[in-house]
Structures are given as C-alpha cells and as structure tokens.
C-alpha cells in the first residue's frame, strides 16, 4: 500500500523559511516521480513544485521559482520542500503526492498523480 505523509507545516512571518518532509512507503521511490502541491481555501490543486526520482527533472511554479527548492533522499524514501521568503499568498495546506514514471513535462498536474498525503498547514502572517 502507498503511503505518503506531509509535516514540517506552521506558523510563520512574512519572509520567514519553513522545510517541509513527506514519509514515504509502499512504492519504489527511484522509479516515482514525487511533488509539492498546495490548495488554499476556495481554490484548486496548484502544483508548487516536483522531482522525478529517476532521472531528477524538476518542476517548479512561477510563482515559486527562486524561493522554494525540493529534494529527495532516495536512501530515506523522502522528498522535502524548501521554503524561503514566504509570503502571505503561500498560505496553504501542502500535499506531498507521488505517481509512477512521469514524464518531465506532466509534472506539475496534479490530475497525474494517483497518490496522496495527508496534508499540512502552512500559514504566512503580514
């Protein structure tokens, strides 16, 4: 059974930095691809950011670029999510999701990921 958990979530200040982590199972992580998604209220999935364990093809958010990084330790089954210079339009919950052999240019769909985390609250005060 796939299982993936999200934490490392909070309460922070304008500017401020959080990593988050995902515990992953039940899958062969070097053959998935594994993404960051996020859904604040009233709106849909946004793909923020994703990695192909395989071949290690990113895919990042405009509106993250430069900000946010993500990394996986292949080793420990985990991808993490770096985050910078949140801003108050981060608030979100956070999803870590992971799906078999995507290709490079499907990462960022949420729609192309079959399995999903619990997620966790991420909040960015003024």
């Known amino acids: 059974e796939v299982q993936l958990q999200a934490s490392g979530g909070g309460w922070v200040q304008a500017g401020g930095s959080l990593r988050l982590s995902c515990v992953t199972s039940?899958?062969?992580?070097?053959?998935?691809?594994v993404g960051w998604f996020r859904q604040a209220p009233g709106r849909q999935h946004e793909g923020i950011s994703c990695?192909?364990?395989?071949?290690?093809?990113?895919y990042y958010a405009d509106s993250v670029k430069g900000r946010f990084t993500i990394s996986s330790d292949n080793a420990k089954n985990s991808p993490y999510l770096q985050m910078y210079s949140l801003k108050p339009e981060d608030t979100a919950v956070y999803y870590c999701?992971?799906?078999?052999?995507?290709?490079?240019?499907?990462?960022?769909?949420?729609?192309?990921?079959?399995?999903w985390g619990q997620g966790t609250l991420v909040t960015v005060s003024s």
């Open positions: 999701a992971a799906d078999f052999g995507l290709i490079a240019s499907r990462l960022g769909y949420p729609r192309e990921y079959h399995y």
């Open positions: 039940g899958f062969t992580f070097d053959e998935y691809a």
């Open positions: 990695i192909s364990s395989a071949d290690r093809s990113t």
